[in-house]
């Protein structure tokens, strides 16, 4: 029985040198920057946070292609994302061209850009954590495909 509190006492000293030590000038490592975000940092809205694990992305810089899985914030004291907007706005300015847009709980955006095709999805917002589900995915378009003709 006495040497159960200098055993305790013991046993918090090592557990509190364990610990990590988070004191305020300790400057604090930014975790890596994946390939995925490096490559997609240009093309989708601050504050976005890639899913790596659902995202694929083949080659790098403007021609990239594959798929982007993306959350991104909504905007403070609104019920609203700005990630529409941002595409709408943006994407005209980087080159594409927009086909078609709907709006809604599901919004779709489709845009074209020389020799590739851009489809936007973007979900509700997620009352959860406050931010949409945007699914970016980039294809080449291939021109010498031709619709079957009608008899």
């Given at each position: 029985?006495?040497?159960?509190?200098?055993?305790?006492?013991?046993?918090?000293?090592?557990?509190a040198?364990?610990?990590?030590n988070?004191?305020?000038?300790?400057?604090?490592?930014?975790?890596?920057?994946?390939?995925?975000?490096?490559?997609?940092?240009?093309?989708?809205?601050?504050?976005?946070?890639?899913?790596?694990?659902q995202?694929?992305?083949?080659?790098?810089g403007?021609?990239?292609?594959?798929?982007?899985?993306?959350?991104?914030?909504?905007?403070?004291?609104?019920?609203?994302?700005?990630?529409?907007g941002?595409?709408?706005e943006?994407?005209?300015?980087?080159?594409?061209?927009?086909?078609?847009?709907?709006?809604?709980?599901t919004?779709?955006?489709?845009?074209?850009?020389?020799?590739?095709?851009a489809?936007?999805e973007?979900?509700?917002?997620?009352m959860?954590?406050?931010?949409?589900?945007?699914?970016l995915?980039?294809?080449?378009?291939?021109?010498?495909?031709?619709?079957?003709?009608?008899?």
């Amino acid at each position: 029985m006495k040497y159960v509190l200098p055993t305790m006492c013991l046993a918090g000293l090592l557990q509190a040198c364990a610990l990590p030590n988070s004191s305020p000038s300790t400057p604090v490592a930014e975790a890596p920057v994946s390939r995925t975000e490096q490559v997609l940092r240009s093309v989708i809205p601050a504050g976005s946070k890639v899913i790596p694990a659902q995202s694929l992305i083949i080659g790098s810089g403007e021609n990239w292609v594959g798929r982007a899985v993306l959350e991104v914030p909504k905007e403070p004291d609104r019920d609203t994302s700005p990630a529409y907007g941002y595409f709408v706005e943006q994407y005209p300015q980087q080159g594409w061209t927009l086909l078609s847009a709907t709006r809604g709980k599901t919004s779709m955006l489709v845009f074209t850009k020389k020799d590739r095709s851009a489809t936007v999805e973007i979900s509700d917002v997620n009352m959860m954590n406050g931010s949409v589900t945007v699914v970016l995915t980039v294809t080449p378009i291939e021109a010498s495909l031709q619709p079957p003709k009608q008899p």
